[in-house]
């Protein structure tokens, strides 16, 4: 070892995620970075996870890895017992479900000597999620590839999945919090920001998660980490991150907008259809005559209802959004030209985009009872 070429320690926790162990452990052996360790942390997993973990543990080897066994107790604990039992001046993090490229380790140390004046603790890389046959997956890879495109060199966000820490500075941060249920890279980046230091983003740092296919799967972590949001901004408030933005929310508003702006749509057409039928159906059975102003309802009702959903549209196809759908839909039209298949995936694009929408409003709604409840959340 050298102050040139330190070790570095890449860490991976696993619950439950079998078939992914072979593919992510080979792509670890693989970096092309020394000397280099690795630690692998079965997080309780009940699918034979650890068994497999197993066959690599070889400690002896030229790149010594290390499988340690835990009881279920998270992602946020299962890093931070990795994180103690590291030999490493870098200790990196990455996750089950990704396949580092084999200079990853490389392109992170490469950029961890900052600008003048810059005390860098900790790099970022850049995940590239593969695309599946489903819209979902399509959705998912070109949304996260937007958002590493506007991302600048120093950021506040280390990613999960691709990122180093100079392990003193996160020990003496406090490491990862074993209490915290999700988006524990979002709360110990703030924490060591505030502890002074520079995150920054190194793009040619690459890794690639498979892809993230299924709507129920894709609205659930949506939903999950809408909740996770608000207990990040329940434990750093906007006082206390001293102008840190949040990094990395991409689309999101927008997304969240197009609920609201779809049901009041609705809502208001058919609020201006009762108010002009509802006068044809009550002559037509010699009923009572109703007031003039039930005309000017209608009509201001189906306006607003209209307005809204022009709104609505604008934010699905032109907006940043809409950039990320407009993709989506071309990539849909290269695979497969027939016209009522792409009418079909234009109709389940904004059924997706609206489950999305509620994913978020479900997430902050529950994040809100976390918070009058005294909970951490799931």
Same mark, same amino acid.
């Given at each position: 070892?050298?102050?040139?070429?330190?070790?570095? *320690?890449?860490?991976?926790?696993?619950?439950?995620?079998?078939?992914?162990?072979?593919?992510?452990?080979?792509?670890?052996?693989?970096?092309?970075?020394?000397?280099?360790?690795?630690?692998?942390?079965?997080?309780?997993?009940?699918?034979?996870?650890?068994?497999?973990?197993?066959?690599?543990?070889?400690?002896?080897?030229?790149?010594?890895?290390?499988?340690?066994?835990?009881?279920?107790?998270?992602?946020?604990?299962?890093? @931070?017992? $990795?994180?103690?039992?590291?030999? /490493?001046?870098?200790?990196?993090?990455?996750?089950?479900?990704?396949?580092?490229?084999?200079?990853?380790?490389?392109?992170?140390?490469?950029?961890?000597?900052?600008?003048?004046?810059?005390?860098?603790?900790?790099?970022?890389?850049?995940?590239?999620?593969?695309?599946?046959?489903?819209?979902?997956?399509?959705?998912?890879?070109?949304?996260?590839?937007?958002?590493? %495109?506007?991302?600048?060199?120093? *950021?506040?966000?280390?990613?999960?999945?691709?990122? #180093?820490?100079?392990?003193?500075?996160? =020990?003496?941060?406090?490491?990862?919090?074993?209490?915290?249920?999700?988006?524990?890279?979002?709360?110990?980046?703030?924490?060591?920001?505030?502890?002074? /230091?520079?995150? +920054?983003?190194?793009?040619?740092? #690459?890794? %690639?998660?498979?892809?993230?296919?299924? =709507?129920?799967?894709?609205?659930?972590?949506?939903?999950? @980490?809408?909740?996770?949001?608000?207990?990040?901004?329940?434990?750093?408030? %906007?006082?206390?991150?001293?102008? #840190?933005?949040?990094?990395?929310?991409?689309?999101?508003?927008?997304?969240?907008?197009?609920?609201?702006?779809?049901?009041?749509?609705?809502? $208001?057409?058919?609020?201006?259809?009762?108010?002009?039928?509802?006068?044809?159906?009550?002559?037509?059975?010699?009923?009572?005559? !109703?007031?003039?102003?039930?005309? *000017?309802?209608?009509?201001?009702?189906?306006?607003? /209802?209209?307005?809204?959903?022009?709104?609505?549209?604008?934010?699905?196809?032109?907006?940043?959004?809409?950039?990320?759908?407009?993709? +989506?839909?071309?990539?849909?039209?290269?695979?497969?030209?027939? $016209?009522? #298949? !792409?009418?079909?995936?234009?109709?389940?694009?904004?059924?997706?985009?609206?489950?999305?929408?509620?994913?978020?409003?479900?997430?902050?709604?529950?994040?809100?009872?976390?918070?009058?409840?005294?909970?951490?959340?799931?």
């Amino acid at each position: 070892m050298s102050e040139e070429r330190p070790l570095v *320690t890449v860490t991976v926790c696993v619950r439950d995620g079998a078939h992914w162990v072979d593919g992510c452990m080979q792509s670890l052996l693989e970096q092309t970075w020394r000397p280099l360790e690795i630690i692998a942390v079965d997080d309780g997993s009940s699918d034979g996870s650890g068994e497999r973990l197993q066959a690599f543990h070889d400690p002896e080897s030229e790149v010594p890895v290390r499988v340690i066994q835990r009881p279920a107790e998270g992602l946020s604990a299962a890093r @931070d017992a $990795a994180t103690e039992a590291a030999n /490493g001046d870098w200790v990196a993090i990455t996750d089950i479900d990704v396949r580092p490229m084999p200079d990853w380790i490389e392109a992170l140390m490469a950029a961890r000597t900052g600008l003048e004046n810059e005390k860098v603790i900790a790099i970022t890389g850049r995940t590239v999620f593969e695309e599946g046959d489903d819209l979902v997956s399509r959705l998912r890879s070109i949304e996260i590839e937007r958002k590493y %495109r506007s991302r600048p060199r120093r *950021t506040t966000l280390a990613n999960g999945p691709c990122s #180093m820490f100079h392990a003193k500075a996160l =020990r003496d941060s406090g490491g990862f919090d074993p209490a915290w249920y999700h988006a524990e890279d979002m709360e110990v980046s703030l924490r060591l920001l505030a502890s002074g /230091g520079s995150i +920054v983003y190194a793009p040619d740092a #690459m890794v %690639r998660h498979v892809p993230e296919e299924g =709507r129920k799967r894709f609205v659930a972590k949506r939903r999950r @980490d809408a909740r996770a949001h608000v207990r990040i901004v329940r434990r750093w408030p %906007r006082r206390a991150r001293k102008g #840190m933005a949040f990094d990395f929310l991409g689309t999101s508003t927008l997304v969240l907008a197009m609920l609201p702006l779809r049901l009041g749509a609705w809502l $208001a057409l058919m609020i201006g259809l009762g108010a002009a039928l509802l006068p044809e159906i009550i002559s037509g059975q010699g009923g009572m005559t !109703l007031p003039n102003e039930l005309g *000017t309802t209608s009509s201001t009702a189906l306006l607003v /209802g209209a307005s809204l959903l022009t709104l609505a549209e604008f934010i699905m196809w032109i907006s940043a959004l809409g950039a990320v759908n407009r993709q +989506v839909m071309s990539d849909v039209r290269q695979r497969n030209r027939i $016209a009522w #298949m !792409l009418s079909s995936a234009s109709f389940s694009l904004r059924m997706l985009i609206l489950a999305w929408s509620w994913a978020l409003w479900t997430g902050l709604w529950l994040g809100a009872w976390d918070a009058i409840t005294g909970r951490n959340g799931h």
